[in-house]
Nanobody
Framework: QVQVVESGGALVQAGESLTLSCSVS????????MGWFRQTPGKDREAVSC????????YYADSVKGRFTISQGSAGDKVYLRMNSLNAADSARYYC??????????????????WGQGTQVTVSA
């Protein structure tokens, strides 16, 4: 059984940094694309960033480019999202997702196979 678990969400002030972690169990961790998405009440889930674990590609949403960094842990069993210069617009529930190694639309939520329950990030002005 595949399990995806996010952690690291918190209440922070604008301008501060935060790192989210995503742990995956129940599948081989080398052959997938990992994505971070976020959602606020009443809005669609939006892509934040994704990383092909074979090193083929990395994507960032325009709203987070230059501030967020997605990376894979050295042990190969986790994916991180480092978020710098946070602002109120970054407040959301953040979800980690696992998709196929090669994806036609890696920023499309429907392309992903497995999802975590999310972790809440709240940025106070």
């Amino acid at each position: 059984q595949v399990q995806v678990v996010e952690s690291g969400g918190a209440l922070v002030q604008a301008g501060e940094s935060l790192t989210l972690s995503c742990s995956v169990s129940g599948l081989s961790f080398d052959d997938y694309t990992m994505g971070w998405f976020r959602q606020t009440p009443g809005k669609d889930r939006e892509a934040v960033s994704c990383l092909s674990l074979n090193g083929l590609y990395t994507y960032y949403a325009d709203s987070v480019k230059g501030r967020f960094t997605i990376s894979q842990g050295s042990a190969g069993d986790k994916v991180y999202l480092r978020m710098n210069s946070l602002n109120a617009a970054d407040s959301a529930r953040y979800y980690c997702a696992v998709g196929a190694q090669s994806m036609a639309q890696p920023l499309a939520p429907d392309e992903y196979l497995y999802w975590g329950q999310g972790t809440q990030v709240t940025v106070s002005a």
